[in-house]
């Protein structure tokens, strides 16, 4: 009898430790899906912006004709693979980044360009889009180790694999991509 | 990232119970000499920190952003500034937008409040604005966001609340007890005996020194979170030097707030009565630590984490700031610090013209003023309220702009 209840008392702290890690899990992945959705909502600004950029631009770079068909191009790919995995995704949005901080570059040796309010509203919320986007990469990747971590982790990789929980990828830009994107916008044109 | 900082959680709490304890004995003291009863005199401690918590959930955030004459903006007000905090939001994960306030004033500070991370304000003086570039913009601004997430904000409250109450109360007592005599208890009769005589002695003692032994529980807990925050804003933005360099021109700004005041200055990211010079002493009664020694600390960093701070700040003062337990959990992960974000040379007019009159709309607007963009050449125009006309000639181009 005592036995017996000594067993069922030990079962019921197990379950009850289980649940807990069970929920601890729950709740990294929420967080990390919450982390993700943040990604997306800034690049989504994005696509969203590019076009007004593109045309406030426009009449003042004639002579930019690539630059700014290169953005356009990367932002139109990056926005079809928007349902696609992370790390195609990831080298899409990469490659929109280098050609966005390209044309911003470029427009540095436009003067009347510098002085068109217009432009430099929109310079501002890229610029500010660009950091959001690595900020919330940061803070994803951040959720992302805490939740792989634990699904890797003893005891809670028990637990992790009775409930099939999965780990995840990390939102790695490629670090060819950045290296070519001089560090966003108010960068003076080197040599042109 | 996410987590407070746990041992430091600690550490405050131990602090706070303290100054609970120190209300708790005023008021056995005040019941004991004045009431005949320590109990009722516990009790209405406890009703007065009570009612002073009602008052600061009401409308706590409201009277020190009142006091401060801060103003609200939104995104379109200011969108530099706007910008930054969202991206402050963002790298820490908190998950409300803090509301923001601007306060015209030339002197350079900032500083967050609020209830909790879902209540939350933070507030930045118009010189800042104008002073600081972008980098620079994003350390202060990630410190005032790491006071809210580590949830000093909600402390800092708590013990303003208690001291609040510890000094109201002891004011309260000493008077009474020098106007109306303290001997209530002692006229029943009995011989005072040697316990009871320690007692009103110890009373006494505590009630001058209470007040001041608040203040410094208070103060010791607003240092400490300084550090904390310079640590969590180094880490958020990836680049100590951001916050390092702000807090050099804020060290270099000796202007005082004028509307800073005892009760507020805990707040501010560095202390707004004493500066420049004094920014080189450290001692019990400062709210804040020196700027010279927070400069030291985040310069000496060699990468962006919680380590990495901790590392520099053992160099610089010997002594551990971050606790082993937060340090397991969440710091050990290298961090490596961004390039400074490209910004014009500080030479550059265009961009620090833009910068001025960026912030100097914003107060245009503050006024009622009405801006507008002429819709032909891109001038800027400044309406007065009385103006009342369905359109207006840009008197740059005269393209007639319709309102």
Redesign the interface.
Known sequence: MVIAIIVLAIVIILVLIGIGIYNGLVGARNQMKNAWAQIDVQLKRRYDLIPNLVEAVKGYMEHERGTLEAVTQARNLAQSLASAGVAERARAEGELSGALARLLAVAESYPTLKANENFLNLQEELTSTENKISFARQFYNDCVLKYNNMIQMFPSNIVASLGRFKESEFFEVKAGAEREAPKVSFARPESK | ??EQIRDNRIRSAVLVAGMGILLLLIGFFIGYAFLDDPLIGMIIAIIVWVIMNLVALLQGDNIILGISGAKKIGPDDH??LY??V???K????LEKMPDIYIIDDPALNAFATGRGPDHAAIAVTSGLLNKLNRDELQGVVGHEISHIKNRDIELMLLASILLGSIVMLAWYATRIGIFGGAGGRRTSGRGAGAAEIIIVVLGLLLLILSPAMAQLIYLAISRRREYLADASSAL?T?YPEGLASALEKLASNNTKVRTANKATAPMYISNPYYMGAAGTGSDLFSTHPPLAERIRILRAMGGASYKDYETSYRSVKNESIIGKVTLEQIGN?AVAIR?P?????PSDI??KV?AVRETSDLMWRMSSYRLL?CGNC?A?MKLPPAYKEKSVRCPHCGFINRI
Do not use: F, K
């Open positions: 990232m996410w969108p530099r910008n930054v969202e991206e402050m963002i790298a820490s994960g958020y990836r992960e390039q974000s490209a910004e014009p040379p265009l961009q833009s963009t891109g800027g």
